[in-house]
């Protein structure tokens, strides 16, 4: 058995204090209805919803029933319908993505929606933001992860000082990793800009990026420093939107019309693995992520045509690389600087704009990749258009525990026609 997204929606990512997290999911909601050219959600049989930091701001549970009451009242979304929230950091929408697949596998929906909100940027409120973040590493036992933080410090040569400067945590885990990954291997903090940079290119061709501007290397490497070798072009903003996607059965889709059939893309393969704390020169969470899917999938790494990983820093983008399998561990920074990644390269990495330029409200993060690749597999994202794609992959990974996320999903996509 198979499942297909038949359709997919992403809002503008950006800075938007006037929407509201209801209006955010009416935007997504409506909008990927009517990219699979229904006139309501009626068909829909389940649903799934995912954001992380809405309890910051008073809804700390039945998120997703609170913002569809009203597409219910309005005759929009079915009633009845059983709504799943989900909340697995910044993978959380992945996760929402993940049991749409799982209930069209099951045969108990033969139409399933996955949906994904949230708001981070809180006008003149940065504590608040900061408290949306903060849930996503342990608060039970700081301890523990400021002592495995310190002494892995000592190691990757770049000491742990949460107070000493202006990133957080989670930037100065990102920060000790490509310290660690600098004095193994030789990777310069010119890969790092260089990956920054073809992101940013990547997001100005991208109209729902939050960033639409060119970034050179030489900008991204004298841009104000979040957490050395870090700067702030190599980092995810701050930043509200929602994305959705529709997926359904072979049955469902038999009875679609050609438009919405053709433009189809097949789930390949949907894994998802849990983090823990790891030594820096052992592998991730994500390289375990991948290899299952592959498997699942039978495929290898040389068989993905584009992808979208994880770049809640631009260091990820080497790193991902290698997990990915698509160069060996320690030359994904050669495999970068060698414009493999960017777009009309062999392997183009985050067409969208990445975390870094497309943005990355955390609990619609996994669904806007969704979104991406499913766009590049239909032939219609323009000016960034990787040609030729067939098979396309998503890394997503959320929450943190040590040099792990605490989550991570691998999704393989295929394009049907």
């Known amino acids: 058995m198979t499942a297909y997204v038949i359709a997919t929606s992403c809002t503008k990512f950006g800075k938007h204090p ?5 209006d955010l999911t009416r935007d997504a909601y409506l909008a990927v209805l009517k990219d699979a050219g229904l006139p309501d959600g009626g068909a829909i049989e389940n649903a799934w919803f995912s954001n992380c930091g809405m309890g910051t701001f008073g809804q700390r549970n039945i ?8 597409l219910v009242r309005e005759g929009l979304f079915p009633e009845r319908v059983a709504m ?60 523990e992860w400021k002592a495995y933080y310190k002494a892995a410090g ?10 000493g400067g202006g990133g957080t945590v989670f930037m100065d885990t990102y920060a000790m990793q490509a310290a660690f990954h600098m004095a193994k291997y030789g990777t310069t903090r010119r890969q790092l800009a260089t990956a920054a940079s073809q992101s940013h290119h990547h997001g100005s061709l991208n ?8 970034v050179s290397v030489d900008q991204a490497l004298e841009d104000r420093v979040v957490s050395d070798p870090l700067t702030r072009s190599m980092c995810a903003p701050i930043g509200d939107g929602a994305a959705a996607a529709l997926v359904c059965s072979e049955r469902f889709l038999a009875g679609l019309p050609p438009e919405i059939r053709e433009r189809a893309v097949a789930i390949r393969a949907a894994t998802m693995t849990g983090g823990k704390y790891r030594r820096l020169d052992e592998p991730s969470l994500s390289r375990v992520a991948a290899e299952r899917a592959y ?40 495999f970068v600087a060698s414009g493999a990644t960017a777009l009309g390269g062999s392997k183009p990495v985050n ?11 955390v609990g619609a993060t996994g669904l806007s990749m969704i979104h991406e690749l499913a766009t590049q597999l239909r032939g219609e994202a323009g000016a960034r258009q990787a040609e030729g794609a067939r098979i396309a992959l998503a890394e997503n990974g959320g929450g943190t525990i040590g040099f792990d996320e605490a989550v991570c999903a691998v999704t393989i996509l295929e394009k049907v026609h």
């Not at 006037?18 to 209801?22: A, D, M, N, P």
């Not at 039978?298 to 790193?319: K, M, R």
Request: hydrophobic share 35%; glycine share 12%; proline share 6%.
């Open 18 to 22: 006037g929407s509201s997290f209801k």
């Open 154 to 163: 000592e190691v990757a040569g770049k000491p742990f000082d949460p107070n």
């Open 295 to 334: 498997r699942m999938a039978g495929l290898t790494p040389d068989a993905v045509d584009v992808t979208e990983v994880h770049d809640a820093t631009s260091f990820s983008i080497i790193f991902q690389s290698e997990m990915m399998g698509f160069c060996p561990d320690g030359k994904g920074g050669d």
């Open 207 to 214: 109209p729902l990026a939050q960033y639409q501007f060119d």
């Open 63 to 70: 998120r997703g029933q609170v913002c569809f009451t009203p």
């Open 351 to 361: 067409l969208s704009g990445g975390l870094v330029s497309k943005g990355h409200p």
């Open 84 to 143: 799943t929230n989900v909340e697995g950091g910044c993978a959380s929408a992945s996760m929402a993505l993940h049991g749409a697949w799982k209930d069209i596998l099951s045969g108990t929906a033969d139409l399933s929606l996955a949906i994904g909100v949230e708001k981070t940027f809180v006008q003149n409120d940065p504590d608040k933001t900061r408290e949306v973040f903060e849930g996503g590493i342990d608060q039970f036992d700081v301890d």
